[in-house]
Each structure stands twice: as structure tokens, then as C-alpha cells.
DNA sequence: GCCGAATAAGTACAAATGTACGCGAAAGAC
DNA sequence: GTCTTTCGCGTACATTTGTACTTATTCGGC
């Protein structure tokens, strides 16, 4: 797996913006993105000119329109970005993260639900066995 | 409470060294750094002066040399840095990032117990009222 | 066949970031 | 009291990021 160079604030934004629309021309990124922030459908278009460049999209000329589509799947990208902030903040542990992500950013009732589901399938995965997480 | 300017990569490594040790010498702090990556004297000096100007240091001159110290408590600064990558990322919605972590990173069985707990506390702590989390 | 709207693509440029040099002052060695 | 080492501090500078304008091109309507 290649390992493309990380995003920008504002790359990631429009990232996002292209994974959810999938292939779409910039006018239709810079719709989705507009649904969230204010930014110049230029800078849409310079954004996505970037991603290309790094490798996190492509895109193809269809007739007169650019059409881009993504190119990293969004669990990729998702995962070095938590996996960078999580080594620089916490020195490489994810607990005190997700306690604070638990604790102060609210997470309802069906979250919670199913987190504790998840933790009970983890336990029961290594509980028998004693195995230790890689 | 001032809203400081966020931190960058490099900020945050030498800001984490600094609370770690400690009020410091510059030299102390790029000890710790060193002991994670290598980074030049220097460079932490500079960093430490952005820091001071981000308001998240102080520092005196304690005869020739100056001495830094840590003004932002980590608790804040590693708030307000998950904050805007859980906005960034996923939307504000934080349960993605959790569940990654837990799933991706490995949680020990006392981490898991802990976690276990914490929702159990948390559960019980809306449920009665069906208070939503603000 | 000309006009305006839309678009791609090149370019621009300030701010932030990463990384560091060099000078002058101070402190200790001798 | 000079020499060397150690620092602080100002400065530097390339790269990345954030944000956008401009120019040339094309398409659809008249």
C-alpha cells in the first residue's frame, strides 16, 4: 500500500465532500462542500487539483468536464490521520483518546449501546485465549 | 478561557516534551524530544518562542539561560486538537473515531475494563432522565 | 456564426510550518 | 585576562497550506 503524503485541513474537507458524492464533476463537490463550510469554487477546484497530485484521487476528462473521483478509500486516510494524532498527542495510546472522546464529546444512548457490544465481543475474543491485541 | 492558536505537528512534539519535564531549559526539552525523534537544538528553541508566542508557554531568564514552562494545561490543547479532527474527519460525529480506535489500535483487557465501565456510568447516567448528552 | 455562461488550467501570493544558520554575549577553563 | 564553549536571539528560507484571480476554451442558445 502506498504511502501518499496526509492532508490538509482543507483537503480533507473536500476529500470528504468527493467520497460522499463519489465521482462528480467539481461544480458537485463544491456543492457538497458548501453544505458545511463557504469556500470559492476555485479553491474546490485547487483542492481537488492537490489531491490528485498526492494520489488520493484521480480524475478523467469527459467531454468538456473534469470528472474526479476518489482514489484512497476513506478508512485508509482516516487511519494515518488518527494513527499520526494519536502518536503525537498520546505518545501511541489510543486510551486516554477514546476516554476522551467518550467522556466529552457525548455520544448517545445507541452509540453507547453499541460500543459496549464491541467491547464485549473484544473480551470474549481474548479472553479465552488470553491473546494480547497486535 | 483565551482561545490559543492550535498547534502544529512540531509544536505539539516539543509542547509534550515540555509537560513532560517540566519547567526546562531549552536544552532539557530537546533532551526529551530527542529521546521520541531527532530533532536539532535549534529547532526547538524556535519552537519554544512559537509556542511562547501562541501563548501556550512562558518563559524567564533565569540568569543566562531561559527557562520554559508550560502554560496551556495538556488537557486543554489535546481537547481542543481531537475536537477539530473529529470535525474534520468525521463530521462532528465522534462514535467513527471511537470505534476505530478500539477496533484498530488494540485496547488491553484493563483498558477494555475501563471502558466497560466508563459507558456503564454513562448509561446509567442518562438513561433515568432519557437526557440526551449536550 | 456570435454571445454569454461555465469550466479547466495556469498562476499568484500571503501565512504557517519545518528546519536551521550565525552572531554576539556570557561563563567557565586555564 | 584571553580562549573556548554554550546559549539566546534575530534572521533566513524552502515548502506547504489556504485562498483565490485570470485567461483561454468550449458549449449551449439565439
Keep these: 500500500m502506498v504511502d501518499r503524503p496526509s492532508l490538509s485541513k482543507g483537503e ?5 465532500a ?7 464533476t467539481v461544480r458537485q463537490v463544491h456543492e457538497k462542500v458548501e ?7 476555485v ?8 489531491l490528485e497530485a498526492k494520489g488520493h484521487a484521480n480524475s478523467r476528462l469527459d467531454g468538456r468536464v473534469r470528472i474526479y473521483s476518489g ?3 476513506p478508512g485508509t486516510v482516516i487511519r494515518s490521520t488518527v494513527n499520526e494524532l494519536v502518536d503525537r498527542l498520546f505518545g501511541g495510546d489510543s486510551l486516554p483518546l477514546v476516554r ?3 467522556e466529552e ?18 473480551e470474549a ?5 488470553g491473546r494480547k491485541p497486535s
Tied chains: 1, 2.
Design 18 to 24: 468527493l467520497w460522499e458524492v463519489g465521482p462528480a
Design 71 to 73: 482514489r484512497s478509500r
Design 43 to 50: 479553491t474546490v477546484q485547487t483542492y481537488l487539483r492537490r
Design 12 to 16: 480533507m474537507a473536500v476529500a470528504r
Design 105 to 122: 464529546r457525548g455520544i448517545d444512548e445507541s452509540g453507547l449501546a453499541e460500543l459496549r457490544e464491541l467491547i464485549s465481543r473484544l
Design 35 to 41: 453544505r458545511n463550510e463557504p469556500m470559492s469554487f
Design 100 to 102: 476522551h472522546l467518550i
Design 125 to 129: 475474543e481474548m479472553a479465552p485465549s
